[in-house]
T-cell receptor, first 113, second 113 residues
Framework: DQQVKQNSPSLSVQEGRISILNCDYT??????FLWYKKYPAEGPTFLIS?????DKNEDGRFTVFLNKSAKHLSLHIVPSQPGDSAVYFC????????????FGQGTELSVKP | KAGVTQTPRYLIKTRGQQVTLSCSPI?????VSWYQQTPGQGLQFLFE???????NKGNFPGRFSGRQFSNSRSEMNVSTLELGDSALYLC????????????FGPGTRLTVL
């Protein structure tokens, strides 16, 4: 039972354009969402998060949008840079679940110069 | 401040053997979570330890176990290794009280032959 889904395994974007990565979830008890970036042979690196009481959170070039009614979140990267090329994971955490993060399958982003 | 460290970085074992992986969290972090990453299943939560107690557990067989020491360092053990246990094992730590942002180590790549 995949509670967090990233339906696009890969995404290719031109440098300078917007990258939009999508994530859907099924569990309405999730109340905190995070995006991680992962390079090969490294552990995931935290990018940005959003609480379920918000619908948008912005940090520099990265913005996360949350649509609770649709159980959907997205990560926007503007402008995209070649260094952004990596695998992006969305993750969800439920109330009182402590350190238990449920991850999506990941989307491999390739930003071409 | 040093990041999360994991040892060893690479391991090769044969079926039926057991293995112990080690994780040292960021100084001051008391929560340690373990994840298994495989190409087919993505990142899956194994268990979480906080103040030497297992607080959350994922859906893995009893062959997978862990513990946490008083200095917050954690170990995970896999007994009777199977080919399907070949994976990247990631450890993550977070601040007390366990926050949602987890900091990951580089992982231990386990290959079972």
């Amino acid at each position: 039972d995949q509670q967090v889904k990233q339906n696009s395994p890969s995404l290719s974007v031109q440098e300078g354009r917007i990258s939009i990565l999508n994530c859907d979830y099924t569990n309405s008890m999730f109340d905190y969402f995070l995006w991680y970036k992962k390079y090969p042979a490294e552990g995931p690196t935290f990018l940005i998060s959003i609480s379920s009481i918000k619908d948008k959170n912005e940090d520099g070039r990265f913005t996360v949008f949350l649509n609770k009614s649709a159980k959907h979140l997205s990560l926007h990267i503007v402008p995209s840079q070649p260094g952004d090329s990596a695998v992006y994971f969305c993750a969800a955490n439920g109330y009182n679940q402590g350190g238990k993060l449920i991850f999506g399958q990941g989307t491999e982003l390739s930003v071409k110069p | 401040k040093a990041g999360v460290t994991q040892t060893p970085r690479y391991l090769i074992k044969t079926r039926g053997q057991q293995v112990t992986l080690s994780c040292s969290p960021i100084s001051g972090h008391r929560s340690v979570s373990w994840y298994q990453q495989t190409p087919g299943q993505g990142l899956q939560f194994l268990f979480e330890y906080f103040s030497e107690t297992q607080r959350n557990k994922g859906n893995f067989p009893g062959r997978f176990s862990g513990r946490q020491f008083s200095n917050s360092r954690s170990e995970m053990n896999v007994s009777t290794l199977e080919l399907g246990d070949s994976a990247l094992y990631l450890c993550a730590s977070s601040l007390p009280p366990p926050s949602d942002e987890q900091f990951f180590g580089p992982g231990t790549r386990l290959t079972v032959l």
